[in-house]
């Protein structure tokens, strides 16, 4: 019995000494870090001597409850030094110490503890000074880790300079940085500015441009320790042609223009003629286009002349002057005692004519008529604001008279508009309604002030042909009128 508890004794030794023997498993079996920088892949926790240091934190957030790793590194050149950590599992901890971990002296020169894994962390250590680097877990979420370990110097601030060689549209730069580990390039064209787009984070990249001309190249150099330092310098892509100048001359004929291209050294051409309701992108891209307006008057016409070494933009201010006169609104007018007022338009060289009467019609949108001398019933007593619209080729102009209307003559059931009540509204195909109006005329009219539709009715609904939109219905007889406005939804 007694010897095979000392076979077993034996073999237990025989183990425990295995273990501990095994590289990074204690401070006498430390891992040397014997140069900078210092890398290596593939290794594991193994160690399970040391159990806690000052701020490896406690119970259940020890992270030095785990297997451990050490490493011992005595510097030769004082500086700010980078440990970082890769490939490891959940829970992981990086301690730097001035001593073992079970020393009673020991301290905590740095440390980094990562919930999610892969801790890294930058201290600065004193040349001829021995630290240990240790590597742990929390036990009860990892005892044990897998890692990768990288540790840079980092002697001085990185220091950011670049030199470009242009061929064409495209740059080839040359990355003079000093004491810089990673980089990241923005070259001046990109769609979101930094640090909103994503960038290049290669040493000496190609990029090439759409056009030629001044970008702004951004290269920010990073150094192992988290310092940055950021060059912003402008350069000139010169194209190997000759910049296009855009230039043009026009000939007019009544409201049509045709336009004489006058530009050089353009491949490409964008017209804006002024009358554009949205001038986002050109009405025209002919080199000599003809253009037809509506109405005369001034207009600023854009010329956007191009070609691959840019563009150049004209601006010039054409007038179409109208062969005849502008119009000149005027109007009288004689009130009856009735409420019924006669117009009498006044006007100089109209061909149009706009009448809202201040009682049922929309000012500018739905006239009450379109005649030249139109005759209107009011309904109630009271001052009213009549406008008058009148048109040619030349232009518009517009007055407007207030008037006081005060019924004396009629039966008071006609001092009041007739009861109208629509439905539905929108409508379709009919249109129904009640109303006070034993016969009646009706008008519909469309939101440029056009009767579209008219008529003689004694039923109380209208049929509508195919129209859509919004329009006023204009319902009358010999003695009141009624306006209202409805949706056409054919």
Same mark, same amino acid.
């Given at each position: 019995?007694?010897?095979?508890?000392?076979?077993?004794?034996?073999?237990?030794?025989?183990?425990?000494?295995?273990?501990?023997?095994?590289?990074?498993?204690?401070?006498?079996?430390?891992?040397?870090?014997?140069?900078?920088?210092?890398?290596?892949?593939?290794?594991?926790?193994?160690?399970?001597?040391?159990?806690?240091?000052?701020?490896?934190?406690?119970?259940?957030?020890?992270?030095?409850?785990?297997?451990?790793?050490? #490493?011992?590194?005595?510097?030769?050149?004082?500086?700010?030094?980078?440990?970082?950590? !890769?490939?490891?599992?959940?829970?992981?901890?990086?301690?730097?110490?001035?001593?073992?971990?079970?020393?009673?002296?020991?301290?905590?020169?740095? #440390?980094?503890?990562?919930?999610?894994?892969? *801790?890294?962390?930058?201290?600065?250590?004193?040349?001829?000074?021995?630290?240990?680097?240790?590597?742990?877990?929390?036990?009860?979420?990892?005892?044990? !880790?897998?890692?990768?370990?990288?540790?840079?110097?980092?002697?001085?601030? *990185?220091?950011?300079?670049?030199?470009?060689?242009?061929?064409?549209?495209?740059?080839?730069? !040359?990355?003079?940085?000093?004491?810089?580990?990673?980089?990241?390039?923005?070259?001046?064209?990109?769609?979101?500015?930094?640090?909103?787009?994503?960038?290049?984070?290669?040493?000496?990249?190609?990029?090439?441009?759409?056009?030629?001309?001044?970008?702004?190249?951004?290269?920010?150099?990073?150094?192992?320790?988290?310092?940055?330092?950021?060059?912003?310098?402008?350069?000139?892509?010169?194209?190997?042609?000759?910049?296009?100048?855009?230039?043009?001359?026009?000939?007019?004929?009544?409201?049509?223009?045709?336009?004489?291209?006058?530009?050089?050294?353009?491949?490409?051409?964008?017209?804006?003629?002024?009358?554009?309701?949205? *001038? #986002?992108? *050109?009405?025209?891209?002919?080199?000599?286009?003809?253009?037809?307006?509506?109405?005369?008057?001034?207009?600023?016409?854009?010329?956007?002349?191009?070609?691959?070494?840019?563009?150049?933009?004209?601006?010039?201010?054409?007038?179409?002057?109208?062969?005849?006169?502008?119009?000149?609104?005027?109007?009288?007018?004689?009130?009856?005692?009735?409420?019924?007022?006669?117009?009498?338009?006044?006007?100089?060289?109209?061909?149009?004519?706009?009448?809202?009467?201040?009682?049922?019609?929309?000012?500018?949108?739905?006239?009450?008529?379109?005649?030249?001398?139109?005759?209107?019933?009011?309904?109630?007593?009271?001052?009213?604001?009549?406008?008058?619209?009148?048109?040619?080729?030349?232009?518009?102009?517009?007055?407007?008279?207030?008037? !006081?209307?005060?019924?004396?003559?009629?039966?008071?059931?006609?001092?009041?508009?007739?009861?109208?009540?629509?439905?539905?509204?929108?409508?379709?195909?009919?249109?129904?309604?009640?109303?006070?109006?034993?016969?009646?005329?009706?008008?519909?009219?469309?939101?440029?002030?056009?009767?579209?539709?008219?008529?003689?009715?004694?039923?109380?609904?209208?049929?509508?042909?195919?129209?859509?939109?919004?329009?006023?219905?204009?319902?009358?007889?010999?003695?009141?009128?009624?306006?209202?406005?409805?949706?056409?939804?054919?």
């Amino acid at each position: 019995m007694n010897t095979k508890k000392t076979v077993f004794l034996l073999f237990s030794l025989i183990i425990s000494l295995f273990v501990n023997a095994q590289v990074g498993a204690t401070c006498s079996e430390a891992h040397i870090v014997d140069n900078i920088p210092f890398s290596q892949t593939g290794l594991t926790t193994v160690g399970t001597v040391y159990n806690t240091l000052p701020c490896s934190g406690t119970g259940f957030t020890n992270y030095m409850s785990g297997k451990d790793y050490v #490493f011992v590194f005595t510097p030769t050149q004082t500086a700010d030094y980078s440990i970082k950590l !890769t490939n490891t599992s959940l829970a992981v901890g990086l301690f730097v110490t001035n001593l073992c971990p079970d020393d009673p002296g020991v301290q905590c020169i740095a #440390f980094s503890t990562a919930p999610l894994g892969n *801790p890294s962390l930058t201290t600065a250590l004193t040349a001829g000074n021995t630290y240990y680097i240790i590597v742990s877990s929390i036990s009860y979420t990892t005892p044990q !880790t897998n890692f990768n370990i990288e540790i840079n110097a980092c002697f001085s601030a *990185p220091s950011a300079s670049f030199t470009y060689v242009q061929n064409g549209l495209s740059v080839q730069f !040359t990355n003079t940085s000093q004491d810089a580990t990673n980089f990241l390039w923005y070259f001046g064209d990109e769609l979101l500015p930094p640090p909103l787009s994503p960038g290049d984070t290669t040493t000496n990249p190609t990029h090439t441009y759409t056009q030629y001309g001044d970008y702004v190249i951004t290269l920010i150099a990073y150094n192992a320790c988290g310092q940055t330092d950021t060059l912003r310098d402008t350069i000139t892509l010169i194209c190997p042609g000759n910049m296009p100048v855009a230039n043009f001359s026009y000939i007019t004929n009544g409201l049509q223009v045709s336009f004489i291209n006058q530009s050089t050294d353009a491949t490409s051409y964008g017209w804006f003629f002024g009358d554009e309701l949205f *001038p #986002f992108i *050109p009405t025209d891209t002919t080199p000599n286009p003809t253009h037809t307006y509506a109405q005369y008057g001034t207009y600023n016409v854009t010329l956007i002349a191009r070609n691959e070494c840019g563009t150049d933009t004209l601006v010039i201010s054409i007038t179409l002057e109208c062969p005849g006169n502008l119009p000149v609104a005027g109007f009288t007018y004689d009130i009856q005692p009735n409420g019924t007022v006669n117009f009498t338009s006044t006007s100089i060289d109209a061909t149009q004519w706009k009448w809202f009467f201040g009682d049922t019609d929309i000012f500018p949108f739905f006239p009450g008529d379109t005649i030249e001398n139109p005759t209107h019933t009011y309904l109630m007593s009271g001052t009213y604001t009549v406008y008058l619209i009148v048109y040619n080729e030349c232009g518009s102009d517009t007055i407007s008279q207030i008037i !006081t209307i005060t019924i004396t003559s009629i039966h008071q059931q006609y001092l009041s508009k007739p009861e109208i009540y629509i439905y539905p509204n929108p409508v379709l195909n009919n249109m129904l309604y009640t109303h006070g109006f034993d016969s009646y005329f009706y008008e519909i009219i469309d939101i440029t002030g056009k009767v579209v539709v008219k008529g003689y009715r004694k039923q109380s609904y209208i049929e509508l042909p195919q129209l859509k939109g919004i329009f006023m219905v204009k319902l009358f007889d010999d003695k009141r009128s009624a306006r209202f406005i409805i949706h056409i939804d054919n």
